[in-house]
């Protein structure tokens, strides 16, 4: 049987699906299949928005029709036969998983003092404990606990065993009071302070409430989040003065004055950003007007409207924002918020998730942020005209992974965040084009490369480049690393480290792993990405420096020297060069476990090992391949990726004095997450060895 954990409420509007998001993306990374399930749903037709919210998380694999129990109707219709539906469809879910999520009703029905103990019913027939979430808006610490007193007697009356309380939405700034006060009732508990943004609702929301339409404008804008509704109908010079980021205008739609204002004011260098316009009372402007916005090519969402201004205003004051798919500041805001205020350790142990016996891709992607979290870095990203940069570092930011600076235009990139609904203002933005430090870093520049006949004439040139730039922030300690590449080639991200950082003392070459993230356990692939044919010698110092890294991400290194051979089997000057470069890295570092030549099956397959090298410590369970040569490792790991279903995060690059990491010029917004938690942690490492006296 699963381990199963049931999240309710006494109430509407206490943000369970918050708390819900951030239970299910800690047990993805805890356990190896987390399930959902939703025992009522307003509709088996259209889609539960929480339900869909939560499966499409990374970590759960379920198909929507599955995680669904019964309809209000078949409550109200006969309770009893509705719950032995939702038991028999959760047993369903429950025989695929290994922790299943349950979330209770969104009292959207007709709620009353019964629905709280038909949760219970359901609780304590699916054998699941009870995460009870109460409303914290506008309450005080007592009101919180007398809120929570009668919701556990209630649940504990019908038999339901409550492991936990969380207060959220608190919008008392002691949450320490709040947090006190509910534990007086004895259980683990626990206070999220209230955020507006959680309950913003988008520009699509918006839209759909007002029945309108898109008629010009981005698209992709409509998930943006509304912080406020303004209504246009005053002169535009007393409008202006009422502008704020993220608001939306209502305004007649005849008012052309109103709304060439607005997209000029939105243009305009120092003004806020608009979150989108809206048309109302069936008015579009004069078809001249018209021609005149549309050259314009305006980004910001316009929406048309039939409803007048009354009902439009009203319409748009009672949307109501939600945690949805569609917004990623949302999700991100809601785990940044459960990870601060929560414990997750103590909520493991009262949910009583057993201890995992393998690392997945998501555990892993976890302890990278977890890592990376524990002593924050700063990593500068120079493309900071990617809208993917711009996402990356907005997550970043509110994960608390690391602290960032961007290169570029500050103004533009400001204002495209703004337009993207992103939050930026941690975030330094440095123009590598102008300022003190383009001239600094030329003349440093120069003196570094002055043996290959460098001006400052020239070096102006070079450190106008991001990547030089970006480079030279590192070696001052301006930044402990940086991550580039979703632009730029790998040459133009990695020859300014070559050229200014270059190697670690000790490590004659700079080469890369990949982190291969399989269904169970994580290993390290070297060097896939940047050594062509190297020698013995350098061979044996990508083995050293991929078994260091390897440590830094927690995976204990048995290193397979690999070959088309096992042991003394074979001849050629292959081979021998893996034989050699083996001694070299047993006589270096006598502490490591290596073993080579030896063959990939070999190395991975114990039945294969017990017959080849039967008294090895590494064949059979090797985690640090190392391939004779980029051929071979480049095309195993691309081949292992695709066949095996694995994650290849990387190349992480090793043997720099300092960390520069590479990224795909088709990095999707996780993957960059990724690379800049592995360059805080490869900075983390560097500061711990330097400060021991190891460099």
Not at 237 to 261: F, K, M, N, Y
Not at 404 to 409: A, M, S, V
Not at 448 to 473: D, I, N, P, Q, W
Request: aromatic letters at 4%; hydrophobic letters at 40%; glycine letters at 8%.
């Amino acid at each position: 049987m699963a381990t199963s954990i049931y999240i309710t409420s006494p109430e509407g509007d206490t943000g369970k699906s918050t708390v819900a998001l951030g239970v299910v993306d800690l047990l993805t990374r805890t356990v190896q299949r987390v399930g959902v399930f939703r025992p009522i749903a307003r509709s088996t037709d259209s889609p539960d928005y929480v339900l869909e919210l939560l499966l499409e998380h990374d970590g759960v694999d379920l198909p929507y029709e599955q995680c669904v129990g019964v309809t209000y109707e078949k409550v109200h219709a006969d309770p009893e036969a509705a719950l032995s539906e939702i038991l028999t469809r959760y047993h369903q879910v429950e025989q695929q998983c290994d922790v299943v999520v349950i979330v209770g009703t969104d009292y959207t029905d007709v709620a009353g003092p019964t629905e709280l103990a038909f949760n219970a019913r359901i609780a304590t027939n699916l054998g699941a404990p009870v995460l009870l979430v109460v409303s914290g808006y506008n309450r005080t610490p007592d009101d919180v606990r007398q809120v929570a007193e009668v919701s556990i007697g209630e649940l504990e009356v019908n038999h339901a065993q409550v492991i936990g309380v969380v207060a959220n939405r608190c919008t008392s700034p002691d949450l320490e009071a709040i947090r006190a006060t509910i534990a007086a009732c004895q259980l683990p508990a626990w206070a999220i302070p209230d955020d507006p943004l959680l309950m913003a609702p988008t520009v699509r929301q918006l839209m759909d409430s007002v029945n309108g339409r898109l008629v010009v404008g981005d698209e992709a804008l409509l998930s943006r989040e509304v912080v406020d509704v303004l209504v246009g109908a005053m002169s535009f010079e007393h409008l202006l003065d009422r502008l704020h980021d993220g608001a939306v205008v209502i305004t007649p739609g005849d008012r052309s004055d109103i709304v060439l204002g607005l997209l000029t004011a939105q243009t305009a260098e120092g003004f806020p950003s608009l979150a989108g316009i809206i048309l109302n009372g069936g008015f579009y402007p004069t078809p001249g007007v018209a021609r005149l916005i549309e050259s314009l090519n305006p980004r910001l969402p316009i929406i048309r409207t039939d409803m007048g201004t009354f009902a439009t205003a009203s319409a748009a004051s009672r949307a109501r924002g939600r945690l949805s798919r569609e917004s990623q500041r949302k999700i991100d805001r809601a785990l940044a918020l459960f990870e601060q205020h929560v414990e997750a350790p103590r909520l493991l142990t009262a949910i009583d998730v057993p201890r995992p016996s393998v690392v997945t891709p998501l555990m892993f992607e976890y302890t990278l942020l977890d890592q990376a979290r524990r002593h924050r870095k700063h990593i500068v990203l120079p493309e900071g005209d990617d809208d993917r940069i711009l996402r990356a570092a907005s997550t970043l930011l509110q994960r608390g992974v690391a602290a960032i600076t961007l290169l570029g235009n500050e103004t533009a990139i400001r204002a495209r965040a703004a337009e993207l609904g992103l939050q930026l203002d941690e975030a330094q933005v440095i123009d590598p084009l102008a300022g003190e430090l383009h001239e600094r870093f030329a003349r440093e520049y120069t003196e570094l490369r002055k043996h290959k006949g460098m001006t400052v004439e020239r070096a102006r040139e070079y450190v106008s480049s991001v990547s030089y730039f970006g480079t030279m922030m590192v070696q001052d300690g301006l930044a402990d690393g940086m991550v580039s590449g979703a632009l730029h080639t790998t040459a133009h991200t990695i020859r300014p480290a070559f050229e200014i950082i270059k190697t670690t003392p000790g490590v004659s070459i700079v080469s890369s792993v990949f982190l291969m993230c399989l269904e169970d356990r994580v290993l390290v692939y070297g060097d896939c990405a940047v050594n062509p044919d190297p020698t013995a010698e350098q061979l044996a110092d990508i083995a050293i420096s991929s078994a260091a890294t390897a440590v830094q991400f927690g995976i204990e290194p048995r290193i397979a020297m690999l070959s088309y051979s096992t042991g003394e089997s074979g001849t050629g000057a292959d081979v021998d060069k893996v034989r050699a470069a083996t001694a070299l890295v047993r006589e270096r570092r006598p502490d490591l476990n290596v073993e080579g030549p030896i063959q990939y099956d070999a190395a991975v397959d114990a039945s294969v090992a017990k017959t080849k090298m039967p008294d090895s410590a590494v064949a059979g369970r090797a985690t640090v391949f190392i391939f004779p040569d980029l051929n071979t490792g480049n095309n195993t790991y691309k081949a292992v990726q695709r066949s095996a279903g694995a994650i290849a995060v990387g190349p992480v690059l090793q043997g720099l004095r300092k960390p520069v990491n590479d990224l795909s010029r088709g990095a999707l917004v996780q993957d960059i997450v990724n690379t800049v938690a592995i360059t805080a942690i490869q900075a983390q490492a560097l500061g711990e060895a330097t400060s021991e006296g190891l460099q």
